[in-house]
């Protein structure tokens, strides 16, 4: 999240009032992410998260906005997307960008979670991804393979010689991965693929909900359990894995939706990949950056050491 596009309280009261959400209180833009503009704004009805996309086209949209409105009615606690009184539109525009309105989510986010807090958000991506089986819309992981591909040949100029090799013999590991017969076995639904810690709500220690979406396609929910992985269970300092919180994560979601022998077996290979995809998408973010009035780019060399320790010290399922 971040700003990249100013909205004017008056624009954003328009809105507001359309939607039938109340009369705005206060406007304020949202620190942290590099994708899409994002404000909180209160009014006197409650409080919502105002979100003005990017780079997301119009047509791909409502494939994340309908996904939301889904898990939203299926009893998974995730933003609700508020459409047109008229319509029924969830999809609106503010500024000449395309833009929704959701619910903000109660409390905080935890980043420094405790086994518990990530046994929860096992618990909670597993019953999300059951949940999901029911959407019908179908748009792919836009940050997946192809991207990879793509996008590695762009970064390969900003990095030194050995970040070059590890690069181009990962991105070449997981291509031959993904042709596999074990890949093709693996289960596959709407994921979130982007749920680390700071996309997660607790208020006194309980889960609240997932948010921030806008990452979602159609993959395998073992990648989406590699990329929770990969943030809830290391430690940030080095990158290596925290036995006790996996073992955690690993045991609530399993308690809702239990692993097959597909993803048992491909399990370190994925964890490879997310860090390789987080790998690829930091560099391009810090060495490419858009223009904006609030952006901070992450560090890439963080997912840099988690490839290496997953390379070096492959996690297996239990």
């Known amino acids: ?34 994708e ?80 518990a807090q990530c046994a929860a958000v096992g618990a909670m991506l597993a019953r999300m991804h059951l ?14 393979l192809a991207w990879w591909n793509e996008t590695v040949p762009v970064v390969l100029p900003h990095v030194d010689a050995a970040q070059a090799a590890l690069l181009r013999s990962e991105l070449a ?11 093709a076995a693996l289960p596959r639904g709407p994921i979130h693929a982007d749920l680390f810690r700071d996309n997660a709500m607790f208020e006194d220690g309980v889960l609240t909900g997932f948010f921030d979406f806008y990452f979602a396609g159609v993959d395998t929910w073992l990648f989406d359990i590699a990329v929770c992985l990969n943030d809830w269970c290391v430690h940030l300092p080095d990158g290596s894995h925290d036995a006790g919180r996996t073992a955690a994560f690993l045991q609530g979601y399993a308690q809702e939706r239990a692993p097959t022998a597909a993803e048992r077996r ?23 950056p858009r223009e904006a009035s609030i952006l901070k780019p992450h560090d890439p060399t963080h997912f840099e050491r988690v490839l290496r320790q997953r390379i070096t010290h492959p996690v297996h399922l239990p």
């Open 36 to 115: 899409n503009t994002n404000y909180f704004a209160t009014t006197d009805h409650g409080a919502y998260v105002l979100t003005l996309f990017e780079r997301l086209s119009a047509a791909q949209l409502p494939f994340y906005l309908y996904l939301m409105k889904h898990l939203a009615q299926a009893g998974i606690p995730v933003p609700d997307p508020h459409g047109d009184p008229a319509s029924g539109d969830l999809l609106q525009t503010v500024a000449g960008k395309p833009a929704a309105v959701v619910d903000r989510l109660r409390g905080r986010s935890e980043l420094a979670p405790s086994p």
């Open 266 to 288: 491909l399990l370190p290979a994925l964890l490879r990949a997310g860090a390789l995809r987080f790998w690829i998408s930091r560099l391009w973010d810090y060495h490419l």
């Open 173 to 183: 590991y997981q291509n031959h991965v993904a042709a596999s017969p074990a890949y």
């Open 1 to 34: 999240m971040a700003v990249f596009t100013e909205v004017s309280f008056d624009e954003a009261r328009e809105l507001l009032r359309h939607l039938r959400l109340g009369e705005l209180q206060e406007l304020r833009g949202i620190e942290g992410g590099i």
């Open 131 to 144: 949940a999901g089986r029911g959407y019908e819309r179908s748009q792919p992981n836009l940050r997946g």
